[in-house]
């Protein structure tokens, strides 16, 4: 064997040898065997431990808006144009840290969208509670109501 043909040799055996261990450190932190060995073989909780048990309670958040006419009309994350987490970390955030000048936008975006101008926001609470047999659901409950300002900046 010359030179080269070792020295190719070489590189297939290490090269093998750094897969077998990535194929194996993965196999062992999907097990579980694992706990604190390291990026990026770790064992993610996210995804490998539940993070509700049964019994435990799920909120589920809606926002009605009152209308100047005061009819009070339900505001879903489409009819602000967000996504689900964007609704939440967004608007339903903001009434439950009382951030009312970050309210401001969505409601300016609401009028502009719908021509329609809103008095108060509505957070209500529908939790369902996890059960072996599926899900329960518990009573609505009112978390916080906000008088909206006046001063609406227009968009």
Same mark, same amino acid.
């Given at each position: 064997m010359d030179t080269i043909e070792r020295r190719q040799a070489c590189k297939k055996r290490g090269a093998s040898f750094i897969i077998i &261990?990535?194929?194996l450190s993965q196999g062992l932190a999907i097990i579980g065997s694992i706990e604190r060995f390291g990026w990026p073989f770790v064992n993610y909780p996210m995804y490998s431990q539940p993070r509700h048990f049964e019994g435990d309670a799920v909120n589920r958040y809606f926002l009605y808006g009152t209308l100047e006419a005061g009819v009070e009309v339900?505001?879903?994350d489409k009819d602000l144009k967000l996504d689900?987490?964007? &609704?939440i970390w967004g608007p339903v955030e903001d009434i439950l840290k009382?951030?009312?000048d970050s309210l401001?936008?969505?409601i300016a975006l609401y009028?502009?969208?719908y021509g329609q101008r809103l008095i108060s926001l509505k957070l209500e609470n529908h939790p369902v509670t996890l059960m072996a047999d599926g899900l329960r659901e518990e009573l609505p409950a009112t978390v916080k109501i906000i008088r909206v300002i006046d001063e609406v900046p227009q968009l």
């Amino acid at each position: 064997m010359d030179t080269i043909e070792r020295r190719q040799a070489c590189k297939k055996r290490g090269a093998s040898f750094i897969i077998i &261990f990535v194929l194996l450190s993965q196999g062992l932190a999907i097990i579980g065997s694992i706990e604190r060995f390291g990026w990026p073989f770790v064992n993610y909780p996210m995804y490998s431990q539940p993070r509700h048990f049964e019994g435990d309670a799920v909120n589920r958040y809606f926002l009605y808006g009152t209308l100047e006419a005061g009819v009070e009309v339900l505001i879903r994350d489409k009819d602000l144009k967000l996504d689900p987490r964007e &609704f939440i970390w967004g608007p339903v955030e903001d009434i439950l840290k009382d951030r009312v000048d970050s309210l401001k936008h969505y409601i300016a975006l609401y009028q502009k969208l719908y021509g329609q101008r809103l008095i108060s926001l509505k957070l209500e609470n529908h939790p369902v509670t996890l059960m072996a047999d599926g899900l329960r659901e518990e009573l609505p409950a009112t978390v916080k109501i906000i008088r909206v300002i006046d001063e609406v900046p227009q968009l």
